[in-house]
């Protein structure tokens, strides 16, 4: 279930004047920070190391906001525990691909497995700390 209108309000809160700033830009970049709440309906994304930790966490919020979430971890048993929450928390579709990241044949096969799921992959988020 994608974030409702009173999280997003809670999330959009004025800023103090002791809170530190949002993102940082050159004065001469005119640009706006991606906004809080923003949909990812219709999209598929990867996240690796969604086993457990940061990961998970990662991948849970990816599909609370709409995304259809590949869910990459090397422990079989704790991707398929991550996919079951997602699942069981919001309506998208999650996969588990049991991968080793730090070996090319298997990232090749993540992006295979996940185009095979989702049709296309939209994104690819790594806070498993290996260098792809």
Known sequence: MPLGEAEC????????????????????IRRRPPPLCMSL?????AVTGAGSGMGEQTA????????????????SDAAGETVAAIRADTDAEA?????????????????NRTGEAF?????????SLIHL
């Open 9 to 28: 309000e809670t999330l959009d809160r004025p800023r103090g004047p002791r809170d530190p700033p949002r993102h940082r830009t050159k004065t001469f």
């Open 95 to 111: 996969v588990a691909v049991t991968a080793d990241v730090s070996a090319a044949d298997d990232v090749a096969g993540v992006i």
């Open 41 to 45: 309906d219709g999209k598929a994304v």
């Open 60 to 75: 849970r919020t990816f599909a609370r906001r709409g995304a259809d979430v590949a869910v990459v971890d090397i422990d």
């Open 119 to 127: 049709g296309a992959i939209d994104g690819l988020h790594n806070p």
